[in-house]
């Protein structure tokens, strides 16, 4: 495909007018959106509002007048709306880490009441570590002979039997970009009894979500990443309408107590989704938060998929055409049905090479041990940038510059 | 009192440049500190340049160029210095309430350790009930005959047997403003061998605390009280240098792996108190309360315990002089070495007197079922507005303007 061809593309492109919704700086291309989303404009400025007119000048009243004790419900039903779930089954709160938690907990006490004597926590391979660790955190506690059981991705459909307690599940594996079918392995699941709590971080935003359609129990999401939260903004979970008033929460707050202000002695959880709340929410972090999704009242989600896999296609051409010899192999090989919305290459010094195109302004990001990760936000990038990212890339490895000591010198986030 | 004697203990008041430091609306008094802080200039400043400029421009990059990444543990070493902790035993992170889940497990795991058998967590009536609903939770989750006991908040010190396994206290009552003797209490409960979590929400800024002195193990609090880190601002925690490598948190993410971005599928726990951290932090709000913290670089909390003190006592004389028939009980009637940074005053319609003396620019709050309470903040708030506050709430009284249908109208937040 030639540069006028991607012209073509771009100005074709029924999502072009969105890129306007955001401040980017001009120099760079950016390809990591899936870890922290570009910078909504709208949102400096009602933050400064929040900060100077409600918390400077309203004060305590601010509770009150500005709304903020609703917003964690308010932003949640917002989200909702992008990841197919009903208003009022999801609410904004704490990090995902958190959220894994308390869902992954109240599954498992669940499962203890359906299904005595199943102790199997089961997640696979290609999981965000960090899910790991929450589930290895939980069964510790537990004790009880719990277990985590780790299979590779591809044998989790055939990994969830009746052993079973509960499943973790990414749906969009954080390295390799594959995506798991989330209608079919909820169905599975809920077949044999199991509770799966869904990690849609790689995935709101990203593409249509459809949790109420795929009969999805539990799921938890970041916001900073597709939906452009801003950094550690607060995260969110979704509990399913029937089982909302079943659960348990572990961490049980005066924020989702039925009556938070009557300052009772005894814990007595909200009504529905709400109970899942715990400590006071950032309020700073959750009004950015708000803002930035006012960027998708007018946006298909179809569409941002479709020209997402469109992205992935052209960069994967160009780099066979630009770079054969560059030594890269293809990461991201699934049909398209199965994968998220970026692509990944895999090289022995892929980290030096991540921090040449940094340097030449192609931000991307390394994941251990040898991946190579570019994210697709088809609201702020275009197919000319793509282009643009894989002729850099291109001259890199013809060049052989990236291969300088300061580039394989490792910094603290990579 | 009369008001040159007043006006004369400001003039000589060694705390008054501070006010300089807040942005303060002119319309009000604000003695609601206790509850959420006033606005410290240069937030709003420090917020919009990490919206637009680290955020905005340097996007993923910043959490190395602009040290987003130790943030955690640095802004804990500035509230370490506040509470007489050691630089390396706090960090920032998640809600208190979450926090003291954290802290209330690994202390319960300690126990199950050194005293098998133990299976009471103590707590008292006066404590914050969010507190009481995460012990509630916790013994819920663990089962095995684990059981909440309150006791009365001035029977804690007998009520610490050995058959304690865990005692959570908030130094200072929130409704009463009774403060409990941390070194007393600390070393009874390390005689008996129970670890106790203390609760600093009300303390921290208020006055000086002495974490380390009094050989206190576990704290946690929030920073939006007198630390005015924002609405819904990081909290923080505290674990003792001896036993930060003993604990095992529950709540084990990323951010507290020895190596996060080895990406390990085992939760291997940081060295120190990292491994309390668990999911990607508020970076928003951390950097509100970063620059908040500022204000306390020059500030001797000697002399803002001093102040505060000094008053509570006028406050409470002018209360007895000017309202001598308002029908108010003093709740805070503790000696000065036993109270907080507050005074509260018990009336059977204290919610419409409290929301009389808010429309009338008084900013208090009301605690269930009947207290008026008013924090002392003494780095923004003059003795001369002390004054004028009970003058006007005598009016308040004086007139019945406070018994109107709109005064006794209850709202979410109160």
Same mark, same amino acid.
């Given at each position: ?98 959220? !894994?938690?308390?869902?992954?907990? &109240? #599954? /498992?006490?669940?499962?203890? @009441?359906?299904?005595? +004597? *199943? %102790? ?39 990994? !969830?039997?009746?052993?079973?307690? &509960? #499943? /973790?599940?990414?749906?969009? @594996?954080?390295?390799? +970009? *594959? %995506? ?235």
């Amino acid at each position: 495909m030639n540069k006028s061809e991607i012209a073509a593309l771009d100005q074709n492109d029924p999502l072009r007018s969105h890129r306007d919704k955001f401040e980017l700086p001009e120099d760079i291309i950016y390809l990591d959106g899936n870890s922290l989303g570009a910078l909504p404009k709208g949102v400096a400025d009602r933050l400064s509002d929040v900060v100077t007119q409600e918390w400077g000048k309203s004060l305590i009243k601010s509770w009150n007048v500005h709304d903020w004790y609703p917003q964690p419900g308010r932003v949640g039903d917002k989200i909702a709306k992008l990841i197919g779930a009903e208003q009022g089954s999801v609410v904004s709160a704490d990090s995902t880490s958190v959220n !894994l938690y308390k869902l992954l907990t &109240a #599954a /498992v006490r669940l499962n203890e @009441d359906l299904n005595p +004597g *199943r %102790r199997v926590i089961l997640s696979d391979t290609g999981n965000f570590p960090n899910d790991l660790y929450v589930i290895q955190g939980l069964v510790d506690l537990l004790g009880d002979d719990y277990e985590m059981r780790l299979v590779a991705p591809e044998e989790i459909a055939h990994a !969830l039997t009746e052993d079973v307690a &509960a #499943a /973790v599940i990414t749906q969009v @594996d954080y390295r390799t +970009g *594959r %995506r798991h079918d989330m209608a079919d392995l909820t169905a599975r699941a809920k077949d044999r009894g199991i509770k799966v709590i869904w990690d849609l971080c790689h995935s709101a935003g990203a593409f249509p979500v459809d949790l109420a359609g795929s009969g999805a129990e539990f799921a938890v999401g970041c916001s900073y990443k597709y939906l452009n939260g801003g950094p550690g903004a607060p995260a969110y979970l979704y509990v399913t309408p029937d089982l909302q008033e079943s659960i348990r929460p572990p961490l049980s707050g005066w924020m989702g107590h039925t009556s938070p202000f009557d300052f009772d002695l005894d814990y007595k959880p909200a009504k529905g989704i709400a109970r899942n709340l715990c400590g006071t929410p950032s309020v700073l972090g959750m009004h950015a938060l708000e803002t930035a999704l006012e960027v998708w009242e007018d946006v298909d989600l179809q569409l941002v998929r479709e020209k997402s896999q469109r992205m992935i296609e052209l960069f994967a051409g160009l780099v066979d055409e630009l770079c054969p010899d560059g030594g890269f192999s293809r990461v991201t090989t699934f049909p398209e049905e199965s994968r998220g919305s970026q692509i990944s290459l895999g090289h022995p010094d892929g980290y030096a090479i991540m921090q040449a195109l940094i340097d030449r302004g192609v931000i991307g990001d390394f994941r251990a041990p040898n991946i190579l990760r570019f994210g697709m936000t088809p609201l702020y990038v275009s197919y000319s940038e793509i282009y643009q990212a894989v002729e850099i890339l291109a001259d890199i490895m013809a060049t052989g510059s990236w291969d300088q000591p300061k580039y394989h010198a490792r910094s603290a986030v990579t």
